[in-house]
């Protein structure tokens, strides 16, 4: 059963990290970089964090999916890495839903034509991020077996 929770667990935040990816290369393509502010730049900081994102998009999946014996002996058991990326989703969770309700004007230019407000898209990342820290936390505190 523990084991069912963490393999949801680590699809879920996979999902999460592949929106939050997409969405923050195209905001950093726009120039808008962290907390909404200008990136100075398309080019160069565009490709850092194209590289950088890879790796808790794919590194907390692969560490939440199975067990790692070598992970689980030297850094961390598993269940407290869940626990400790629950605690990270919850406050990015925190600080997505302040730009959801504060009533940012601020927008940016949508693929599709049009734009995109900061709190349309927070409020829809808000709930991609709330699913997420659900499925973790329900593995983070997920009775292991023979425990």
Same mark, same amino acid.
């Given at each position: 059963?523990?084991?069912?929770?963490?393999?949801?667990?680590?699809?879920?935040?996979?999902?999460?990290?592949?929106?939050?990816?997409?969405?923050?290369?195209?905001?950093?393509?726009?120039?808008?970089?962290?907390?909404?502010?200008?990136?100075?730049?398309?080019?160069?900081?565009?490709?850092?964090?194209?590289?950088?994102?890879?790796?808790?998009?794919?590194?907390?999946?692969? @560490? !939440?999916? *199975?067990? &790692?014996?070598?992970?689980?002996?030297? +850094?961390?058991? /598993?269940? =407290?890495? #869940?626990?400790?990326? %629950? @605690? !990270?989703? *919850?406050? &990015?969770?925190?600080?997505?839903?302040? +730009?959801?309700? /504060?009533? =940012?004007? #601020?927008?940016?230019? %949508?693929?599709?034509?049009?734009?995109?407000?900061?709190?349309?898209?927070?409020?829809?990342?808000?709930?991609?991020?709330?699913?997420?820290?659900?499925?973790?936390?329900?593995?983070?505190?997920?009775?292991?077996?023979?425990?």
């Amino acid at each position: 059963m523990a084991e069912a929770r963490f393999r949801a667990a680590a699809r879920a935040y996979l999902v999460y990290g592949a929106v939050y990816y997409v969405g923050g290369l195209y905001l950093v393509s726009q120039g808008v970089g962290v907390m909404g502010g200008a990136t100075g730049g398309r080019g160069g900081g565009l490709l850092f964090w194209a590289i950088t994102g890879l790796v808790p998009l794919l590194g907390i999946p692969y @560490l !939440l999916h *199975a067990r &790692r014996p070598g992970f689980d002996r030297w +850094v961390l058991s /598993r269940r =407290d890495f #869940a626990r400790l990326v %629950a @605690l !990270l989703l *919850a406050f &990015r969770a925190y600080k997505v839903g302040q +730009v959801a309700v /504060r009533g =940012d004007l #601020a927008s940016v230019p %949508a693929p599709w034509g049009g734009t995109v407000s900061f709190q349309a898209g927070a409020a829809v990342f808000l709930v991609v991020t709330l699913v997420a820290l659900v499925f973790v936390t329900r593995a983070a505190w997920a009775r292991e077996a023979g425990a």
